[in-house]
């Protein structure tokens, strides 16, 4: 069975209300995506920008009528030389797709992230199980490996810790199989607490992560922080996240573009004594330890 996919190269300014439109007349998704390889910027906290030409992407279900759904999207939009293109999408076990291409991943000397159904053949082996899902964090992206390694590198045995923006949880979840005695897993997003829980449920720690939204956050500070979000929020954050650690704790931070390292350290400096940077590709690590 092939999926019907419709696609329309807009105006940035004009890509909310073709997606408005596309969901109205019936699509099962949405997506928008860049129509020129034009670079994206990092948004302020709260901002959603878009390219300038943005391409939006609606998948239908088999046996819609394309002259149809064309004359309604004309007739919504009030868009001249509307130029909808057609194709087709094969139905595919999507669930079971990424295992083409996630195995698993040893980070450190002991820490390995490994999909169902596999395991390393090593003996001290510390193994968080997780499958790609809704939420961002398996481990493949420079940041997360890079905070993976430092957990491996500083296990935080009968440490308290806080992964801040979880994603997947699998910072929380490595931390707690490394030894933590307490761990607090923070979000904005209520799906990255769920997708946390979840994981930390099919590792077998379902009651050794708490999963909250920043304000549900009152547990006192904690012997490490790790926060792997983007520069500009760590900035916004400074003050918080400082707030959280505890004399002579730890800060990792990441999710910094190299070149806005120099920045973010900055706005820790008053409260925390900061390592040499670790880098990986086109990112940074930061290691501070609270004065």
Same mark, same amino acid.
């Given at each position: 069975? %092939?999926? +019907?996919?419709?696609?329309?190269?807009?105006?940035?300014?004009?890509?909310?209300?073709?997606?408005?439109?596309?969901?109205? %007349?019936?699509?099962?998704?949405?997506?928008?995506?860049?129509?020129?390889?034009?670079?994206?910027?990092?948004?302020?906290?709260?901002?959603?920008?878009?390219?300038?030409?943005?391409?939006?992407?609606?998948?239908?279900?088999?046996?819609?009528?394309?002259?149809?759904?064309? &004359?309604?999207?004309?007739?919504?939009?009030?868009?001249?030389?509307?130029?909808?293109?057609?194709?087709?999408?094969?139905?595919?076990?999507?669930?079971?797709?990424?295992?083409?291409?996630?195995?698993?991943?040893?980070?450190?000397?002991? +820490?390995?992230?490994?999909?169902?159904?596999?395991?390393?053949?090593?003996?001290?082996? *510390?193994?968080?199980?997780? $499958?790609?899902?809704?939420?961002?964090?398996?481990?493949?992206?420079?940041?997360?490996?890079?905070?993976?390694?430092?957990?491996?590198?500083?296990?935080?045995?009968?440490?308290?810790?806080?992964?801040?923006?979880?994603?997947?949880?699998?910072?929380?979840?490595?931390?707690? &199989?490394?030894?933590?005695?307490?761990?607090? %897993?923070? $979000?904005?997003?209520?799906?990255? +607490?769920?997708?946390?829980?979840?994981?930390?449920?099919?590792?077998?720690?379902?009651?050794?992560?708490?999963?909250?939204?920043?304000?549900? *956050? $009152?547990?006192?500070?904690?012997?490490?922080?790790?926060?792997?979000?983007?520069?500009?929020?760590?900035?916004?954050?400074? $003050?918080?996240?400082?707030?959280?650690?505890?004399?002579?704790?730890?800060?990792?931070?990441?999710?910094?573009?190299?070149?806005?390292? *120099?920045? *973010?350290?900055?706005?820790?400096?008053?409260?925390?004594?900061?390592?040499?940077?670790?880098?990986?590709?086109?990112?940074?690590?930061?290691?501070?330890?609270?004065?």
């Amino acid at each position: 069975m %092939a999926w +019907l996919q419709f696609s329309l190269d807009v105006h940035g300014d004009q890509a909310e209300a073709v997606s408005i439109a596309l969901d109205a %007349a019936g699509a099962m998704s949405v997506s928008i995506i860049d129509a020129a390889d034009q670079s994206l910027l990092e948004p302020a906290p709260g901002e959603t920008p878009l390219w300038e030409s943005s391409r939006i992407v609606g998948l239908f279900a088999p046996g819609t009528d394309v002259l149809t759904l064309q &004359k309604t999207l004309q007739e919504q939009l009030v868009m001249p030389a509307l130029q909808l293109r057609v194709g087709h999408l094969e139905d595919r076990d999507w669930s079971n797709t990424w295992r083409k291409n996630f195995r698993a991943m040893r980070f450190g000397q002991r +820490l390995w992230v490994c999909p169902s159904g596999e395991e390393p053949g090593q003996p001290d082996a *510390v193994i968080v199980q997780l $499958d790609p899902g809704l939420a961002f964090g398996t481990g493949t992206h420079a940041t997360t490996a890079m905070c993976l390694e430092w957990l491996d590198t500083h296990p935080p045995v009968g440490l308290s810790v806080m992964d801040y923006g979880c994603g997947s949880g699998i910072l929380a979840i490595a931390a707690h &199989k490394l030894g933590a005695s307490r761990v607090i %897993a923070v $979000d904005i997003d209520p799906q990255a +607490l769920r997708a946390t829980r979840e994981n930390a449920d099919r590792n077998g720690i379902e009651n050794g992560i708490m999963a909250l939204l920043p304000g549900g *956050v $009152d547990a006192g500070p904690v012997d490490i922080m790790l926060a792997n979000i983007l520069a500009n929020p760590l900035i916004e954050y400074a $003050d918080r996240l400082a707030g959280l650690v505890c004399q002579g704790g730890y800060i990792v931070l990441t999710g910094i573009l190299a070149g806005q390292g *120099v920045e *973010v350290m900055a706005a820790y400096r008053h409260w925390f004594d900061f390592s040499p940077v670790v880098i990986r590709e086109e990112w940074v690590l930061l290691e501070g330890i609270r004065k």
